[in-house]
């Protein structure tokens, strides 16, 4: 459970395409910024891309039947995520981004046991 922290346009986005390439995706990688999710299967994991920026409520939350996506997948990439405080699982990692002139900082913080086995192998 990824949660990607930075003001709009910050690069959460780009990062997750990056990751979906690497794992060998080849097909598009669209913000979910209306969709607010777009699944991805790549390097033989389940990969879920959420973009809560626009989320509501709670009630569309429940109605669009995201719940059910936090079962059997495997990796979450979550922007903007205190947009579902409470509702999502808590984070494995999390990831900053600060705009650097052209480029960006990352800053990651792991808060368990998964989320620091990941970021050693970085
Ligand atoms: N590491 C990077 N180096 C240089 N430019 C970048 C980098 N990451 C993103 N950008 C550029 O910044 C712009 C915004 O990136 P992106 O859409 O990924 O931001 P975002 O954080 O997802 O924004 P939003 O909160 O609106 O979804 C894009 O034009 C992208 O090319
Ligand atoms: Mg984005």
């Given amino acids: 459970m990824i949660y990607l922290h930075g003001d709009l346009g910050a690069g959460k986005t780009t990062l997750v395409?990056?990751?979906?390439?690497?794992?060998?995706?080849t097909g598009r990688v669209k913000s979910p910024t209306y969709t607010l999710l777009e699944p991805y299967s790549a390097g033989g994991l389940e990969l879920r891309h959420f973009d809560l920026y626009r989320l509501n409520d709670e009630e569309e939350w429940e109605s669009a039947g995201f719940r059910d996506e936090f079962d059997g997948h495997n990796v979450f990439f979550i922007e903007w995520p205190e947009k579902a405080q409470g509702l999502i699982p808590a984070a494995d990692m999390e990831?900053?981004?600060?705009?650097?002139?052209?480029?960006?900082?990352?800053?990651?913080?792991?808060?368990?046991?998964?989320?620091?086995?990941?970021l050693e192998r970085l």
Avoid: F, M, Q, W
């Fill in 95 to 118: 990831i900053d981004l600060d705009i650097a002139g052209e480029g960006r900082i990352a800053t990651l913080l792991a808060s368990t046991k998964t989320g620091r086995e990941c």
């Fill in 17 to 25: 395409r990056g990751v979906l390439n690497a794992l060998g995706h």
